[in-house]
Antibody, heavy 121, light 113 residues
Framework: QVQLVESGGGVVQPGRSLRLSCAASGITLSNYAMNWVRQAPGKGLEWVAVISYDGSNKYYADSVKGRFTISRDNSKNTLYLHMNSLRHEDTAVYYC??????????????WGQGTLVTVSS | DIQMTQSPSSLSVSVGDRVTITCRASQSISTYLNWYQQKPGKAPKLLIYAASSLQSGVPSRFSGSGFGTDFTLTITGLQPEDFATYYCQRSSGSPHTYSSPHTFGQGTNVEIK
C-alpha cells in the first residue's frame, strides 16, 4: 500500500538549517506532484510548498519563501524540504502529502505521519 | 491571495446529530475546494474533493456542497469516530497549481456535547 515516511526532524537553534526527507513506498513518486504541510503545536494546518512531478515547478507560502526549498530525487523516490534561517515560528509537525491530479480536481490524498521540528535555543 | 474562513471554529454535538460546517473563500474558487478530517496525533485524511466528490472509502454520511465562495461540509448522523477537527482547503488546478497558495481554513473542532 502507499506509504509516505518523513524523517529529519529534531531540535535546532534559530538561524540554523535542517533538511527533511519523505520516502515513498507503494507508489512511483515521479508520477505525482508533492506538497509539504505543517502544523504548529495546538494550531491548524498551514500549507508550505508544492513541487511538480519532475521538479520543474515549485511554489511556496509567503511565510517560508526565500528560506525553504522543496526538491525531489525521483531516482530515490524521495521528497525533500531544505529549511534555512529557521525561526521559532517554524516549530511544527511537518507532513508530506501527495497531490492527486487524477481526481476531478486536485487534492492531497495520501499523507505521511509527520516529523516534528522544534526551533529553540 | 485568497483567504479561507471556516465557521464555526468549534461546536459541541451529540451522536446522531446532523453537523454543518461552512467555509468561505475571499474570492471565487469555482469548486476547487477540499475537506479533510484530522484526529489528535494523526495525519489529516481527505474526505471530499472538488467541493462535493466523496473520496473513496469515506462513509456516505459525509457530503459537501457549494460553488464560488461558499461551501458546506455536512455530516448526517454523527458517529463516535467523527469527533475530530475538519479543515477546508483551496486547491489549485492547472495552470494555477504552481502560482498560488493552497490555503487551508483555520479548522472546526467537533466535540462531544
Amino acid at each position: 500500500q502507499v506509504q509516505l515516511v518523513e524523517s529529519g526532524g529534531g531540535v535546532v537553534q534559530p538561524g540554523r538549517s535542517l533538511r527533511l526527507s519523505c520516502a515513498a513506498s507503494g507508489i512511483t513518486l515521479s508520477n505525482y506532484a508533492m506538497n509539504w504541510v505543517r502544523q504548529a503545536p495546538g494550531k491548524g494546518l498551514e500549507w508550505v510548498a508544492v513541487i511538480s512531478y519532475d521538479g520543474s515547478n515549485k511554489y511556496y507560502a509567503d511565510s517560508v519563501k526565500g528560506r525553504f526549498t522543496i526538491s525531489r530525487d525521483n531516482s530515490k523516490n524521495t521528497l525533500y524540504l531544505h529549511m534555512n534561517s529557521l525561526r521559532h515560528e517554524d516549530t511544527a509537525v511537518y507532513y508530506c502529502a501527495r497531490l492527486n491530479q487524477g481526481l476531478l480536481l486536485p487534492a492531497l490524498d495520501y499523507w505521511g505521519q509527520g516529523t516534528l521540528v522544534t526551533v529553540s535555543s | 491571495d485568497i483567504q479561507m474562513t471556516q465557521s464555526p471554529s468549534s461546536l459541541s454535538v451529540s451522536v446522531g446529530d446532523r453537523v454543518t460546517i461552512t467555509c468561505r473563500a475571499s474570492q471565487s474558487i469555482s469548486t476547487y475546494l477540499n475537506w479533510y478530517q484530522q484526529k489528535p496525533g494523526k495525519a489529516p485524511k481527505l474526505l471530499i474533493y472538488a467541493a462535493s466528490s466523496l473520496q473513496s472509502g469515506v462513509p456516505s454520511r459525509f457530503s459537501g456542497s457549494g460553488f464560488g465562495t461558499d461551501f458546506t461540509l455536512t455530516i448526517t448522523g454523527l458517529q463516535p469516530e467523527d469527533f475530530a477537527t475538519y479543515y477546508c482547503q483551496r486547491s489549485s488546478g492547472s495552470p494555477h497549481t504552481y502560482s498560488s497558495p493552497h490555503t487551508f481554513g483555520q479548522g472546526t473542532n467537533v466535540e462531544i456535547k
